[in-house]
């Protein structure tokens, strides 16, 4: 007989409402799941087991069971304020930091009927593509323990990946859902900027980062998602934050559906190609090659594509990069609890001019035009998710700044132009390597083009049956 980590989230989410089982058995399957898996992989930094369950009867007892997301458990990035919970950052410099306030996103995922199990690992800050920190151990892939999940939502894709959790929200602002979901053979989905209200990214600098789902199948992803987006009425409650493209309908019924023929862009440039030597790992090349045949055999149009080279993108993006860590609260001796990468991105932020970060904005909102610009006659163009195979722990610089940047570009050059144009874009995880690793591939939208992604995603699904396969752990 099937465990309940065994049922995909929706299969989970339907058998709630049918009331076979109910929010506090499955909270209680997935807590003793991660007492025993966590110590192993480092998926939570921490685990909340008693307000756990006193949410799962809260939500029994008071939550309709019209809530998007009654009773499924997730877990909070460790990045965002959850009130009473410490908040690490990923930072030895908050290690003793619990809020009085929850963020936005969190209070969302509340109010959609979601179970939090506690907080999932994540580099400091989420700064960097893979999670180690010095502040927790590391997040461990779980098809190889000896391999890094990626970042910079690593530990929500351990627990999703090792059946922890049922799927896990993150955020994305240069590929940190993408990144973990490829590494560790899952579904991640990154957003149009201005469809989360409460991970918008309109209100960052460049507006980079968004929240979205990792998940095991398409409508895993589409579900959560449709929880994050604050729906009132059946329509999105945008507050303050802009519109982002789309017709607001649900998303899961495009991902159970699966319909379409679409022309799809096929793209193995990027746009860090003419600042550093980006190379395509024979795994990476035989993913895309795979996705293709798939597509092309399903009936999609396919048409090879290159990007116009820029040499503005490298430069602006990095000083972006480096100015969203000038405000870290480090000063002094303070600076000591910072790992060395945050430091020389927190100095090398400092040390920027009111005019050089002016222009690299600019520069950063005109590539953002072209490439849409660019890429516009498809509707969806395919990548491969990372030019390598997820990378073994211990692998990036760790104290070298600008090596540690240039390793990190060549893992995942496909990604951070998705956060600079503001369209969506999903990582599917197409197949595996001889070694057993799991490989995927990128689909990038038009601006409020997840339905069409989340239709794609879907029709491979049915076709490659991703879901089916588990690490050993499982």
Known sequence: MAELHDLSAHEQWLALQRGEIDPVQLTEHYLARIERLNPEFGAFVTVTPDAARERAR????????????????????????????HA???????ADFVPDTSDEIVETLDAAGGVSLGKTNTPEFGLPAYTESLAAPPARNPWDVTRGSGGSSGGAATAVASGMLPFAPGSDGGGSIRIPAAACGLVGLKPSRGLVPGGSGIAALAGLPVAGPLARTVADAALLLDGMIARVG???????????????????????RGEGRYQLGVMTTSAWDDAYDIRIAPEARAALDEAVSAFTAMGHGME???LEPDATYAPA???????????IPAEGEAERLLEPLTQWLLH?????????????????????????????????????AMAMTPRPLGFFDAEDGEHNFEQQVQYTPFTSMVNVSGVPAITLPISMTE????????LIGRPGGE?????????????VRWQQRHPSCW
């Open 58 to 85: 809260t939500v029994r007892r008071d939550v309709a069971k019209t809530a998007p997301l009654w009773g499924l458990p997730f877990g909070d990035k460790d990045l965002w304020l959850r009130a009473g919970v």
């Open 88 to 94: 690490g950052f990923g930072s030895r410099l908050f």
């Open 317 to 327: 993006f990095r000083t972006i990069w480096q100015a969203g860590a000038a405000n």
């Open 451 to 463: 339905a069409t992604l989340l239709a794609l995603g879907a029709q491979l699904e049915r076709r």
């Open 435 to 442: 070694e057993g690793l799991p490989m995927g591939v990128q």
């Open 234 to 256: 059946g329509r999105i409650d945008h507050h303050y934050t802009l519109r982002a493209p789309g017709d607001g309908a649900p998303l899961l019924a495009a991902a159970v």
């Open 304 to 306: 090879e594509t290159a």
């Open 348 to 384: 090398r932020g400092r040390e920027l001019s009111a005019r050089q970060l002016a222009e690299s904005l600019g520069a950063l909102t005109a590539y953002e035009r072209s490439f849409i610009h660019q890429l516009s006659r498809f509707d969806a163009v395919l990548t491969p």
